[in-house]
């Protein structure tokens, strides 16, 4: 009789740990939409929680937020009881798992330590060299920020339109079968998503393909190897594996009662080669009990031993020269990414709008960390991943998109939510005295000017009191000849902050005829036109 593949107790403990803290992750990031005027601080708990972020943080601008602090529990946890993070905690290892749950029944080999293995490690030396150069990308590979701007730029978006489009085509096509109507299914399925998990309009995000793409990549090479990014390239796996080097909790391989059959082995997801009593590597190991469960001899268990005792295992692969190499790689992105004019702040790109309380470009890029946060809690989904608007540097940095989205006059949660300050909490006043870019008119499309037409959309929806947008009288001449006088709109530029609510409001559709640029941005005083700009505030 073939005995069950899961039979441990602690690998159940393992997979429900693992599940709860996976759905605890995506409740926050559904929650966080739902967000007004105070959001909670444990939207932010996971990255509070990561010592990777924390590192490079402090690296990068030689301060810490006090939250951040947090992150010594796990540091803690992994110096006792290994990468227990990895295995037991992390979602995106949970997520990696479901994954490798889909390529069970393939016929696993034995494997040893990879000299590939090494690639995660090398990857976390350049980018701490990178941060330590103030070039903060540590959040294009950290998995809190890969799994929280995943789901948020494509994954619930991509879930709430298949859902809402399928229910959509099934009530306007109203099949049947028999007498039986397919809509009193599929209507009360709809409606409770609607009601309880969605609860506001599908955000839509600029960029969303390449990061879809990027994420399925990362999901399919389980399919390769289990667990391919935890052991091959997550920088914070590195991280961990070099602080669990002589962990608390060790693998015990009985050699009397080992018959080498290879079973433990084959069904560890990180090639911790826990068939050879020796060379166990706690580095690599995501204490994840399969190879204990599995091991028909009952020669493997883990046990706590004393820290004075040298543990029975290999060294880290991590010669000294793959370190020089991982440390001239950080360097040379470094140089790399800090060539460009934009970089050097030898100009400014006109689409690049910070969200209110960014802090000057440079120490912004030295603090962000791409993680998605304060595009999720964005109300009129107004901000969006960069593409390569503020260089190589500023990729999936968030940028205002005035056209798809404004910033809320009364709105400041993309500061109050922000985990590493990147964004600055402001008060409501201050953050309404802050101006982020300013509205430049296109007269040749724009309706009072070139055709004619009444149009008086953008006053309207401008809500700075007084108002940034103004009008003076003009007279047009009408295609039969007739001259008229109408109202033709102009900013003062010294009121207007910004916020994007009269290009949202405009009533092109393709491209505005009032657009936000960044010139007279707050932050930037290099970039400030007007001298008589008194919003200008030195931050």
């Not at 608007?389 to 809320?408: D, F, I, M, Q, R």
């Not at 001259?483 to 949202?504: F, H, M, N, S, Y």
């Given at each position: 009789m073939k005995r069950p593949q899961f039979r441990s107790p602690m690998q159940w403990a393992r997979r429900i740990s693992q599940a709860l803290f996976l759905a605890a992750f995506v409740y926050l990031v559904l929650v966080a939409r739902h967000e007004e005027e105070e959001p909670s601080r444990l939207l932010r708990v996971f990255f509070d929680f990561d010592p990777l972020v924390a590192l490079a943080t402090w690296m990068s601008t030689h301060t810490l937020a006090a939250t951040s602090l947090l992150s010594l529990v796990t540091v803690v946890l992994t110096l006792t009881l290994g990468r227990i993070f990895c295995g037991w905690i992390c979602p995106l290892g949970a997520v990696h798992n479901i994954m490798t749950w889909f390529n069970r029944k393939q016929h696993r080999k034995r494997e040893s330590r990879s000299s590939w293995q090494r690639m995660k490690y090398a990857l976390l030396l350049s980018l701490l060299v990178m941060a330590l150069s103030g070039v903060h990308w540590i959040g294009i590979f950290d998995p809190m920020s890969l799994l929280y701007r995943s789901l948020t730029i494509f994954g619930e978006p991509a879930v709430q339109y298949s859902i809402e489009d399928s229910a959509t085509s099934v009530y306007r096509s109203d099949p049947h079968i028999g007498s039986f109507q397919i809509t009193r299914v599929t209507e009360p399925v709809y409606?409770?998503?609607?009601?309880?998990?969605?609860?506001?309009?599908?955000?839509?995000?600029?960029?969303?393909?390449l990061i879809a793409a990027l994420f399925i990549l990362i999901l399919a090479l389980n399919l390769i190897r289990p667990r391919f990014w935890c052991r091959y390239i997550c920088p914070l796996g590195g991280m961990l594996g070099f602080l669990a080097m002589k962990p608390l909790l060790r693998l015990n391989n009985d050699t009397d009662a080992c018959n080498n059959c290879g079973k433990c082995a084959r069904t560890c997801p990180a090639a911790a080669q826990p068939d050879q009593p020796d060379n166990w590597l706690p580095t690599e190991c995501f204490t994840c009990w399969n190879c204990v469960a599995v091991c028909d001899q009952n020669a493997l268990s883990f046990v706590l031993a004393s820290p004075r005792k040298e543990p029975k295992s290999a060294a880290v692969d991590f010669s000294r020269r793959t370190a020089i190499g991982a440390v001239a790689g950080g360097m040379a992105a470094m140089l790399g990414f800090r060539q460009s004019p934009l970089a050097q702040g030898v100009r400014f790109e006109a689409a690049l709008i910070r969200p209110p309380g960014a802090l000057s470009e440079r120490a912004f890029l030295q603090r962000c960390i791409q993680c998605g946060l304060c595009m999720?809690?964005?109300?009129?989904?107004?901000?969006?991943?960069?593409?390569?608007?503020?260089?190589?540097?500023?990729?999936?940095?968030?940028?205002?998109?005035?056209?798809?989205?404004?910033c809320s006059h009364s709105c400041t949660l993309c500061g109050q939510v922000c985990p590493t300050g990147a964004i600055r909490s402001l008060p409501i006043e201050k953050k309404q005295e802050i101006k982020i870019g300013m509205a430049v008119f296109d007269k040749n499309r724009c309706l009072p000017y070139s055709y004619g037409r009444e149009c008086i959309i953008c006053e309207e929806h401008c809500p700075v009191s007084p108002k940034a947008i103004t009008f003076t009288l003009g007279e047009a001449t009408t295609s039969d000849g007739e001259i008229i006088t109408l109202k033709q709109p102009q900013v003062d530029a010294v009121r207007c902050t910004g916020c994007g609510i009269c290009e949202w409001s405009c009533v092109y559709k393709d491209q505005a005829a009032i657009r936000i640029v960044s010139a007279n941005e707050s932050r930037n005083p290099d970039n400030v036109v007007l001298l008589e700009n008194s919003g200008y505030d030195t931050y």
């Amino acid at each position: 009789m073939k005995r069950p593949q899961f039979r441990s107790p602690m690998q159940w403990a393992r997979r429900i740990s693992q599940a709860l803290f996976l759905a605890a992750f995506v409740y926050l990031v559904l929650v966080a939409r739902h967000e007004e005027e105070e959001p909670s601080r444990l939207l932010r708990v996971f990255f509070d929680f990561d010592p990777l972020v924390a590192l490079a943080t402090w690296m990068s601008t030689h301060t810490l937020a006090a939250t951040s602090l947090l992150s010594l529990v796990t540091v803690v946890l992994t110096l006792t009881l290994g990468r227990i993070f990895c295995g037991w905690i992390c979602p995106l290892g949970a997520v990696h798992n479901i994954m490798t749950w889909f390529n069970r029944k393939q016929h696993r080999k034995r494997e040893s330590r990879s000299s590939w293995q090494r690639m995660k490690y090398a990857l976390l030396l350049s980018l701490l060299v990178m941060a330590l150069s103030g070039v903060h990308w540590i959040g294009i590979f950290d998995p809190m920020s890969l799994l929280y701007r995943s789901l948020t730029i494509f994954g619930e978006p991509a879930v709430q339109y298949s859902i809402e489009d399928s229910a959509t085509s099934v009530y306007r096509s109203d099949p049947h079968i028999g007498s039986f109507q397919i809509t009193r299914v599929t209507e009360p399925v709809y409606v409770f998503f609607r009601d309880n998990i969605f609860q506001a309009p599908r955000p839509v995000f600029e960029g969303s393909a390449l990061i879809a793409a990027l994420f399925i990549l990362i999901l399919a090479l389980n399919l390769i190897r289990p667990r391919f990014w935890c052991r091959y390239i997550c920088p914070l796996g590195g991280m961990l594996g070099f602080l669990a080097m002589k962990p608390l909790l060790r693998l015990n391989n009985d050699t009397d009662a080992c018959n080498n059959c290879g079973k433990c082995a084959r069904t560890c997801p990180a090639a911790a080669q826990p068939d050879q009593p020796d060379n166990w590597l706690p580095t690599e190991c995501f204490t994840c009990w399969n190879c204990v469960a599995v091991c028909d001899q009952n020669a493997l268990s883990f046990v706590l031993a004393s820290p004075r005792k040298e543990p029975k295992s290999a060294a880290v692969d991590f010669s000294r020269r793959t370190a020089i190499g991982a440390v001239a790689g950080g360097m040379a992105a470094m140089l790399g990414f800090r060539q460009s004019p934009l970089a050097q702040g030898v100009r400014f790109e006109a689409a690049l709008i910070r969200p209110p309380g960014a802090l000057s470009e440079r120490a912004f890029l030295q603090r962000c960390i791409q993680c998605g946060l304060c595009m999720r809690v964005c109300p009129t989904n107004a901000l969006h991943p960069c593409g390569l608007e503020a260089g190589v540097e500023g990729l999936w940095t968030p940028k205002l998109v005035p056209k798809v989205g404004y910033c809320s006059h009364s709105c400041t949660l993309c500061g109050q939510v922000c985990p590493t300050g990147a964004i600055r909490s402001l008060p409501i006043e201050k953050k309404q005295e802050i101006k982020i870019g300013m509205a430049v008119f296109d007269k040749n499309r724009c309706l009072p000017y070139s055709y004619g037409r009444e149009c008086i959309i953008c006053e309207e929806h401008c809500p700075v009191s007084p108002k940034a947008i103004t009008f003076t009288l003009g007279e047009a001449t009408t295609s039969d000849g007739e001259i008229i006088t109408l109202k033709q709109p102009q900013v003062d530029a010294v009121r207007c902050t910004g916020c994007g609510i009269c290009e949202w409001s405009c009533v092109y559709k393709d491209q505005a005829a009032i657009r936000i640029v960044s010139a007279n941005e707050s932050r930037n005083p290099d970039n400030v036109v007007l001298l008589e700009n008194s919003g200008y505030d030195t931050y």
